[in-house]
Structures are given as C-alpha cells and as structure tokens.
C-alpha cells in the first residue's frame, strides 16, 4: 500500500512540475497554456486523491461500495473525480477549504473543462494568474493537510521555486494596471473579482466592461448571471443546473429599480479589500461601500442605508408610502 501512496503523491508533483515547465517554456504556444491548466489541474486532483487515501484507502474509490483491496493493487477501478473528491474532503475528513481556494478549485475545473470540451483558445494572462492561484492552494493544501517526509520537502521546495518568475509576472501586472484602479476608485466605479482570472480588476458600470488584468471582455447584460454563477452558486437560495434562481439573491437596486442589487458576502467568497464593497447594482454599477450602516427595513424587508442618529428601522421609499396613505 506504501506503493500506492508514494505514486499519487508523486505524480501529483510531476503533473505540477510538468504544468508550471510548459509555462517556463521559451517559446509560448496554446498547447504549452493548454498543458500547464491540464496538468496543474491533474496535480491538484492527486493531492486531492492522496489526502482523501491517507483517510482511508477505499475513498479514493468512485463507488466506495466497490472499494477492493485487490482492485486497488492492480489500479483497475474508476477513481473519485474531482468534485466528489472535494466533497468528501469536506464531509468525511472535515477539511474547510478556504473560500478564496474554493473559487480557484472552481476556475480551474472550468479551464479545464472548456479545454477537453470544446476548441478554446487561452489567454496567456489568465492562465498564469490562474496558475498562481492554484499554487497558493497547493501550498496550503500540502503544508495543512499532508505529511510529506524531507525527502518529498526538498522535492516541493525544488518545484515551488520554478513558478517565481511567474508570480512575479503577477505582480508586475498588478502594478502596472494599479493606477488605472486607482482612477475607477476616484471616479467612483466598483470594482470587482473578474470571473475569468480572478482578479479584484473588473469595473461594474452597467454598460460592456473589460477586466483590467487580463482583459477579458464582458457583455453588459449577461455579465450578472456570469458573475453570480461564478462567485454565488454557494448561496442557499442557489439552485444549481438548470433552473438558477436569482431573485432571491438580489434586491431592488435603490438607483435604477431592478433587481440587480446583490450583496458581497461576508466571508471571504467576495473579498473586495482595495474597494471595501458592500452592495453592487450589476445593472447600473450603483454600489454601496462598507463604511455605510444598512439596517434591514421593517416594512419591506429590504436593505437600505441609514445614517440617521435615531434609526427607525424602516426604508424611506415605504415611509414615504405610510405617509401617501
Ligand atoms: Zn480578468
Ligand atoms: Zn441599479
Ligand atoms: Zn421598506
């Protein structure tokens, strides 16, 4: 059994050694971007697997009622997936994955995803900050919840070190778009997490945008489900697959009237630190900053900003309407 510990995990270093040389490489090809999120992906999939094995051995097993020794030995059985595996990470293991991690785990599957179902071409961008991402994963991941031997140390140290040059082309991009973020921040627009590379670095204004980081554009009127698809679907009043449910997340945006009013969230799904956003307007870009108290109105239930020395719990349009009565 040692056998098999010792080759998921290492495999699951080559798959990330591999992933972050094809990003190295001198000459940049879509193939070599299409390798570097296939195999970071598998990587992070195998020390998925591993930790899940150091649980026990049958949970690696797709169907854990077809768990056999034997099938183990000779690797003929179908494995868990990547989902499941998170999922049981989760419920048997008791591993809580950082939100930020979650939504990096969720871009990558969707990289790849796209890569083995349909013709894509990447973006070099967006896969190395994807990539970074997903190694700000790896490294918790393995340092929290894996018990490598110094041997196997030395191997993550010697690997980890090949992707500085990428993380510094991160910053570096950073601090290049920084003082046109500085500018939306004076000018008032929101900006949010981009759902494509995952950058704090798109602007909400209503209209067609364009992340800042990688560039990717975004139609204006599709760019909420997008968004929320994204960065939501962990939301209870979320019904995943087909019939996603949006209404119950928004409210009425106070500004332009539609329901296109959502809430950051409170943990760490949404962290918007350098604008410190608190409500947004997908629709017209109307936001509200953290500094604002929102007290919840007794009448309609709905949020709304009150600066008021004396709150009286209740909205101004639905004081408006006690009084019309
Ligand atoms: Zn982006
Ligand atoms: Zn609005
Ligand atoms: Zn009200």
């Known amino acids: 059994m040692t056998n098999l510990q010792m080759s998921l995990l290492e495999n699951a270093f080559d798959f990330l050694e591999e992933g972050a040389d094809r990003l190295l490489q001198q000459e940049q090809t879509p193939r070599s971007l299409k390798y570097a999120v ?10 998925l697997k591993q930790r899940l094995y150091n649980e026990h051995w049958s949970l690696i097993f797709s169907d854990i009622n077809k768990a056999d020794l034997k099938l183990l030995k000779s690797g003929d059985f179908t494995s868990i997936n990547f989902n499941d595996a998170r999922i049981r990470l989760e419920k048997i293991s008791e591993i809580r994955l950082d939100e930020r991690h979650k939504k990096t785990l969720d871009a990558l599957k969707r990289e790849r995803n796209k890569i083995e179902h349909y013709q894509v071409s990447l973006n070099r961008t967006t ?10 994963f790896v490294t918790d991941f393995v340092f929290d919840h894996l018990q490598l031997d110094a041997e196997q140390q030395n191997r993550f140290t010697q690997i980890r070190r090949k992707i500085i040059p990428l ?26 997490r981009c759902p494509e590379c995952l950058q704090d670095a798109l602007p909400i204004t209503g209209e067609d945008t364009e992340c800042l980081f ?5 139609n204006g009127r599709v760019l909420e489900k997008t968004w929320l698809d994204m960065f939501a679907w962990w939301h209870e009043s979320w019904v995943r697959g087909k019939d996603i449910v949006h209404e119950t997340l928004l409210q009425e945006c106070p500004n332009c009237g539609l329901e296109s009013f959502y809430q950051m969230g409170e943990d760490s799904a949404d962290p918007i630190e350098h604008t410190g956003l608190q409500w947004i307007c997908f629709n017209c870009g109307h936001h509200i900053d953290y500094s604002v108290f929102m007290d919840t ?25 006690q009084m019309d009565d």
Not at 38 to 47: A, I, M, N, Y
Not at 177 to 188: E, M, P, T, V
Not at 214 to 218: D, E, L, N, S
């Open 38 to 47: 296939l195999h970071l992906s598998s990587g992070v999939e195998l020390l």
């Open 127 to 136: 896969v190395i900050s994807i990539v970074i991402q997903g190694w700000s």
């Open 167 to 192: 993380r510094d082309f991160v910053s570096h991009r950073i601090q290049e778009i920084s003082a046109d973020l500085d500018k939306l921040g004076k000018n008032d627009t929101a900006v949010v």
């Open 214 to 218: 990688c560039r990717q554009p975004f």
């Open 297 to 321: 109105c007794m009448v309609c239930g709905r949020s709304y900003p009150d600066e008021s020395d004396e709150p009286i719990g209740i909205c101004e349009s639905c004081v408006r309407a």
